[in-house]
């Protein structure tokens, strides 16, 4: 994969890319689906987490945005060949198996330092305009995930540039990126508490970030706590009650 990536042309990486994300998502997000409406209901595990209704036109909203970001992450795959082909950056060569598990979890926490910063700044008063199409979605589903202003999916989508300049990544590890991430996210956005019994949300990004959606600030972190710990940004598990309480006694 290493010399495949190399003697690639541009138009060629873009071309990969946007199948590569498109593919992704869309199996993520029918697997998700899947497993949350239909094969975990009927197994009696777990629950959803906001019963309230969708928005109007908000999954033909979600898509339309999807893909736009699956567009920009797909053709943005140029940037960090070309890295590459600048030498600026170079792939590890036969790596370890060792090396590439040490690698995916750097990146793991890098991803997570990196999305809680720039959500953080998606929320400020200078760019919180390009958040706002995202938070349409209060109560959200799988295809909430993509569901980008296309400045917010920049910001997002250039979580390898960085760590490609300091370190001479496998090729497998970097490609874990949009695969770890893609899956915590659809997690994280699929409205469903996969362990209702236990109250805490230390483990539970799902539940952290439905809070998140229903009450705009907090909980800034991308699937674990530990930044919005570092930042005292962290909800409640009981932050969202009263807005869902509200919408019951209608």
């Excluded at 498109?22 to 239909?38: C, D, E, R």
């Excluded at 943005?76 to 036969?94: E, H, T």
Aim: with cysteine.
């Amino acid at each position: 994969m290493r010399e495949f990536i190399l003697q690639c042309s541009a138009l060629e990486i873009a071309g990969v890319g946007l199948a590569f994300f498109g593919g992704i998502y869309l199996l993520f997000g029918a697997f998700n689906l899947i497993l949350t409406q239909q094969l975990l209901p009927r197994l009696h595990i777990g629950i959803k987490l906001d019963p309230r209704p969708l928005g109007n036109g908000q999954l033909q909203r979600e898509l339309l945005l999807s893909a736009s970001s699956i567009a920009i992450f797909g053709v943005g795959m140029i940037f960090p060949w070309g890295l590459l082909q600048l030498g600026w950056a170079q792939l590890a060569v036969n790596p370890s198996g060792l090396q590439i598990a040490g690698e995916i979890f750097v990146l793991i926490i890098w991803n997570e330092i990196h999305f809680y910063i720039n959500h953080w700044l998606l929320h400020t008063r200078w760019l919180r305009q390009f958040h706002l199409p995202h938070h349409r979605s209060v109560v959200t589903t799988p295809w909430s995930t993509y569901a980008f202003h296309p400045v917010e999916a920049m910001m997002l989508g250039n979580v390898i540039l960085l760590p490609m300049m300091a370190h001479d990544f496998s090729v497998y590890a970097l490609f874990s990126v949009p695969l770890f991430s893609l899956l915590f996210n659809s997690i994280g956005h699929s409205n469903f508490d996969f362990n209702p019994r236990s109250p805490r949300v230390i483990f539970n990004g799902a539940r952290r970030h439905h809070l998140h959606h229903a009450c705009f600030n907090g909980n800034y972190g991308f699937m674990f706590p530990f930044m919005d710990w570092i930042f005292k940004t962290a909800l409640p598990a009981d932050a969202a009650d009263k807005q869902i309480n509200r919408w019951r006694v209608r």
